[in-house]
């Protein structure tokens, strides 16, 4: 029965509708902050103040980076 379900799933029915954002010119350190306290899912999308999506930062982007 589950896969049944699975199978008719859409992407629109299981994003995020709120993720999180973040500036280019803030710090890394910013993101770790805001993962760390809203307890999302190690992404953080990049846009401009129009929102227009750049990027995405992960958390692997930021232990690489030894930010974290």
Do not use: C, W, Y
């Not at 049944?4 to 910013?30: C, F, Q, S, Y």
């Not at 805001?34 to 995405?56: D, W």
Request: charged share 25%.
């Amino acid at each position: 029965e589950r896969h049944d379900v699975i199978k008719t799933l859409r992407v629109g029915d299981v994003m995020t509708r709120n993720p999180r954002t973040i500036a280019p010119e803030k710090l890394a350190a910013e993101a770790a902050a805001v993962m760390q306290s809203s307890k999302i899912g190690g992404r953080i999308l990049v846009t401009t103040p129009e929102g227009r999506l750049l990027g995405v930062v992960t958390f692997n982007d930021l232990l690489a980076a030894g930010v974290v």
